[in-house]
């Protein structure tokens, strides 16, 4: 097969130049998170809605905001709280007296960014609607159906310690984040520099240095990314460990795993490690793509035993053995 | 009355003698000896033999009659292999009996019947003077199939004990054989461990790599190229580069103690193998090259004649 690799890395090359005006300006804003803010562009790019976790305070909904400040595009925040109605979600009818009729009141999931705060607060019905929204990219309202606006993507938030009066989100809704990461502390240094920024007078912005029509073509390239059939195996090789482990050498891994990951894990890693490649500005998927994106494709897809929870044994750790165990090709 | 009382006692004691095989009895002319001719067992097998006895008894002592005339039966379909004979003197009911047996060993001839023919025997009373005539009954036999002999199977026994042994001499010389193999492969692969790894993964690179094929394929030598030097290196270093991407070896080679210059040179064959391996451009032959140099200069072996299409034409 004769790929023209160069014209793919010319095009990467020069749809790839906002990615530093990007990084920068939520760089004013937000001290070290490199890893988040990384992933959060994957999933622009990729097309694909994640899922963060992370305990209070480590300004996830700060990078999110930021984010949308630098793309320029629509950005709505919805708390999710125990008595949230997916009405106040997708949107409703609204009787108008004055003419007689009903008009449509649409939701704040229309919008370009949607970060969904706190999402396992809410119940399942309301959930499933911002889901539903997630996969179909289009919302019913009465009769009618309205397309989401391009680009859209969904960053939610939860939180790993407080379960108490939570809805956790089932696995199959869960299935449906592209990408799951665990936001953590930040060193000292970052630490510091966060107290000395955020206890200025005049806090800092981010302002708009991308359109959303750079996002869609940026998107076209991503897809352009060439994939070679020995990575595309290497996917297959590491999904496929997560459901038969002893195939691969894991026997020690039999009995932790309840269920593997499922086919989206293997469209999402081609996907999210076609975004990574791009931001190298790298006109085709390394295996380095691979094992910098499986954890956060596979973390909330392999779903482990009661004896692994009893041997304090986390679906992280599952991944990471297999990782390091599927031989590179 | 004397007389009759005794002939009563002999017969009640001749009724109380069980005689299971076949038999016959007469008396004498006097009353006074009482013969009984019998063949046990009455069916003999062909290959078998068979016992006649004749038997004569009398009340009295036992020189009371003399016995002038005993000739051997005459037997048909049989052959007297051999002769006994035994006298008795017994006190049955406080009387005396006297007895004397003549015992024939006949072996069969042939299958069917077979008969022994009554015998005359001459006897005279010691106190009268007076002459006696006496015949014995005739006897048939019945000749059945041979029986099979003790020692018939004998043959069968020594063949099945020449196979077992064979066999066990078989598996034996095998299992010595066997393990002299595995001596000799351990002897073997001992040798081969002590060939240095440099050695041992410069003949690997010769044989994944001929540089001499003008139409190599030079991305999947590119793959096995990198495939040498990743074994080589995690059998050196002992590290689990199989699993590592390029950059993570990197790593892994530095913390294990490598030299930088190692390092260096494991990252330019691996990142150009990288591109080869995955970019899906076609990599220059001369990039190939290039590579295969730096490996070889890692395994300090010149592994392989340089050749290829230029080399090929310049040959030409």
């Known amino acids: 097969m004769n790929i023209d690799i160069q014209a793919i890395q010319a095009k990467i090359e020069r749809e790839s130049a906002f990615v530093e005006k990007i990084t920068a300006e939520v760089g004013k804003v937000i001290v070290g998170q490199n890893y988040m803010i990384e992933r959060l562009l994957i999933g622009l790019l990729a097309d694909g809605h994640i899922l963060l976790e992370g305990v209070p305070g480590l300004a996830k909904t700060m990078t999110v905001k930021a984010l949308s400040a630098a793309i320029k595009t629509q950005f709505q925040r919805i708390q999710f709280t125990p008595d949230l109605l997916p009405a106040d979600i997708v949107g409703t009818m609204i009787y108008d007296q004055k003419n007689g009729s009903f008009s449509t009141k649409k939701g704040p999931i229309f919008s370009n960014l949607v970060l969904a705060d706190e999402i396992n607060r809410s119940p399942a019905k309301v959930q499933s609607a911002l889901l539903e929204a997630m996969q179909e990219r289009q919302v019913t309202i009465g009769d009618t159906t309205f397309p989401l606006p391009a680009p859209f993507l969904v960053l939610a938030t939860q939180n790993p310690i407080e379960q108490e009066g939570t809805y956790p989100l089932p696995e199959a809704q869960v299935d449906r984040f592209m990408l799951k990461l665990s936001v953590g502390y930040p060193d000292r240094n970052e630490e510091l520099e966060i107290m000395r920024r955020m206890t200025r007078v005049d806090l800092p912005q981010a302002s708009a240095v991308v359109s959303p029509q750079e996002i869609i073509n940026a998107r076209r390239a991503v897809h352009e990314v060439y994939i070679d059939p020995k990575i595309e195996n290497y996917i297959v090789d590491i999904v496929f460990a997560t459901r038969k482990p002893k195939e691969y050498g894991l026997d020690e891994l039999a009995d932790l795993i309840a269920y593997g990951a499922s086919p989206r894990a293997s469209i999402y890693l081609s996907m999210a490690s076609k975004a990574h490649a791009f931001l190298s500005r790298r006109g085709y998927v390394t295996p380095e793509d691979i094992r910098s994106i499986a954890m956060d494709v596979l973390r909330h897809r392999v779903i482990i035993t009661y004896e692994a929870e009893a041997e304090e044994i986390s679906a992280e750790d599952v991944v990471r053995k297999i990782i390091n165990k599927v031989e590179v090709p | ?128 003077g007076k002459e006696y005539r006496l015949a014995s009954s005739r006897l048939e036999l019945k000749v059945i199939d041979p029986l099979p002999e003790p020692g018939s199977y004998l043959w069968l026994v020594i063949l099945l004990s020449i196979l077992l042994s064979s066999l066990i001499a078989i598996y034996l010389v095998r299992r010595i054989r066997a393990r002299r193999a595995e001596a000799e492969r351990l002897a073997r692969s001992q040798a081969a461990s002590e060939v240095s790894l440099e050695q041992k993964y410069g003949e690997r690179l010769r044989e994944e790599i001929d540089l001499r094929q003008p139409d190599l394929d030079v991305n999947a030598a590119f793959g096995r190229l990198a495939g040498v030097l990743r074994r080589y290196l995690a059998a050196k270093y002992s590290l689990p580069l199989i699993s590592a991407t390029t950059s993570e070896v990197r790593g892994l080679m530095a913390e294990a103690g490598a030299e930088e210059r190692v390092i260096a040179d494991t990252l330019a064959v691996l990142e150009s193998a990288d591109i080869a391996k995955f970019s899906g451009a076609a990599q220059m032959r001369s990039e190939l090259e290039r590579a295969y140099t730096i490996l070889e200069g890692m395994l300090g072996t010149d592994t392989a004649p340089r050749g290829g299409a230029e080399s090929a034409k310049r040959d030409d």
Do not use: C, H
Not at chain 2, 22 to 43: T, W
């Open chain 2, 1 to 128: 009355m004397r007389i009759i009382r005794i002939a009563a006692a002999i017969a009640i004691f001749f009724s109380s003698l069980g005689i299971s095989s076949l038999q016959a009895q007469a008396q004498g002319e006097d009353e006074g000896i009482r013969v009984s001719a019998s063949a046990q067992p009455n069916e003999v097998p062909l290959n078998r033999t068979a016992v006649v006895t004749i038997r004569l008894e009398w009340a009295g002592d036992l020189d009371r009659y003399e016995i002038t005339r005993f000739d051997n039966p005459l037997v048909e379909n049989l052959n007297i292999i051999e002769t006994a004979s035994a006298n008795q003197v017994q006190v049955v009911g406080g009387m005396q009996v006297a007895r004397q047996e003549y015992q024939y060993t006949v072996k069969p001839d042939g299958l069917g019947m077979a008969y022994v023919d009554g015998i005359i025997i001459r006897y005279a009373d010691r106190e009268t």
